[in-house]
């Protein structure tokens, strides 16, 4: 566990009971107030590489005194990951029609302001006063047709290629990050996670898991959950808290 002023966090991965390869990566830094989890883009080539650039590119980041340059300074990052992605490795790897990808949810704190990063489906949570809030939003084909199509989701999680996502770190040439700007409240605690970990999962389960007292508690109970059943693909989270 790491802790620095108030805030202790917790991370761990899993390549799960099917795939051979882990394609998840995360960055676990409470020093500098960043938390990340990408999940390379699974039907693509070398999702790996992808995920854990990425990770490794914002571990590097120089600190900075200003929060807007931090904030800042992550966004510019993954979008010279993308231009890098979508084009140098894509002739590395041997072939033009192969895609690295991954996609990417960030948290950054500093005092009572936090800040959400993301593309893609792995997902930020936050549990607050008793009640689970999904602070992103999936960048996906399943949740497209529920805001186009106003199908319910069960209805989406039935239609063709509904987990194909729309929007991915090195995917396509231009990429649009969704940001979230928020106040943080004393006693609030934080879940990012791969799509691995959360899918299965209902948001009781979720909630009761960030309900437990301390970040290693809350992450132990939801392996244990996934890991209990198929666990078919990679699972990763993070967990802070005060």
Same mark, same amino acid.
């Given at each position: 566990?790491?802790?620095?002023?108030?805030?202790?966090?917790?991370?761990?991965?899993?390549?799960?009971?099917?795939?051979?390869?882990?394609?998840?990566?995360?960055?676990?830094?409470?020093?500098?107030?960043?938390?990340?989890?990408?999940?390379?883009?699974?039907?693509?080539?070398?999702?790996?590489?992808?995920?854990?650039?990425?990770?490794?590119?914002?571990?590097?980041?120089?600190?900075?005194?200003?929060?807007?340059?931090?904030?800042?300074?992550?966004?510019?990052?993954?979008?010279?990951?993308?231009?890098?992605?979508?084009?140098?490795?894509?002739?590395?790897?041997?072939?033009?029609?192969?895609?690295?990808?991954?996609?990417?949810?960030?948290?950054?704190?500093?005092?009572?302001?936090?800040?959400?990063?993301?593309?893609?489906?792995?997902?930020?949570?936050?549990?607050?006063?008793?009640?689970?809030?999904?602070?992103?939003?999936?960048?996906?084909?399943?949740?497209?047709?529920?805001?186009?199509?106003?199908? @319910?989701?069960?209805?989406?999680? %039935?239609? $063709?290629?509904?987990?194909? =996502?729309?929007?991915?770190? *090195?995917?396509?040439?231009? /990429?649009?990050? @969704?940001?979230?700007?928020?106040? %943080?409240? $004393?006693?609030?605690?934080? =879940?990012?996670?791969?799509? *691995?970990?959360?899918?299965? /999962?209902?948001?009781?389960?979720?909630?009761?898991?960030?309900?437990?007292?301390?970040?290693?508690?809350?992450?132990?109970?939801?392996?244990?959950?996934? /890991?209990?059943?198929?666990?078919?693909?990679?699972?990763?989270?993070?967990?802070?808290?005060?």
């Amino acid at each position: 566990m790491s802790k620095s002023g108030v805030w202790r966090s917790v991370s761990r991965t899993d390549p799960g009971k099917t795939r051979a390869r882990n394609e998840d990566a995360f960055l676990d830094d409470p020093d500098k107030g960043l938390w990340v989890v990408a999940d390379g883009m699974g039907g693509y080539q070398r999702g790996d590489i992808a995920s854990r650039l990425i990770v490794a590119s914002l571990a590097e980041l120089p600190e900075r005194n200003d929060f807007e340059e931090r904030v800042q300074g992550v966004r510019q990052c993954l979008l010279w990951l993308n231009r890098r992605l979508s084009q140098e490795l894509t002739v590395i790897a041997g072939r033009h029609d192969d895609t690295i990808g991954s996609t990417v949810v960030a948290l950054l704190i500093e005092g009572t302001r936090a800040v959400c990063i993301w593309a893609g489906d792995s997902r930020c949570y936050l549990w607050r006063e008793q009640r689970l809030y999904q602070l992103t939003k999936d960048h996906s084909l399943r949740q497209q047709l529920i805001d186009e199509q106003k199908m @319910d989701d069960r209805q989406a999680l %039935v239609q $063709p290629h509904s987990t194909a =996502l729309t929007r991915a770190v *090195g995917a396509s040439e231009h /990429l649009t990050l @969704d940001v979230l700007e928020f106040v %943080v409240h $004393p006693a609030d605690a934080f =879940l990012l996670c791969s799509d *691995g970990l959360y899918q299965g /999962l209902s948001s009781e389960t979720l909630g009761r898991a960030l309900d437990r007292p301390t970040p290693g508690a809350a992450l132990a109970h939801l392996f244990e959950h996934v /890991l209990d059943g198929p666990a078919r693909d990679n699972l990763t989270g993070v967990v802070i808290r005060q």
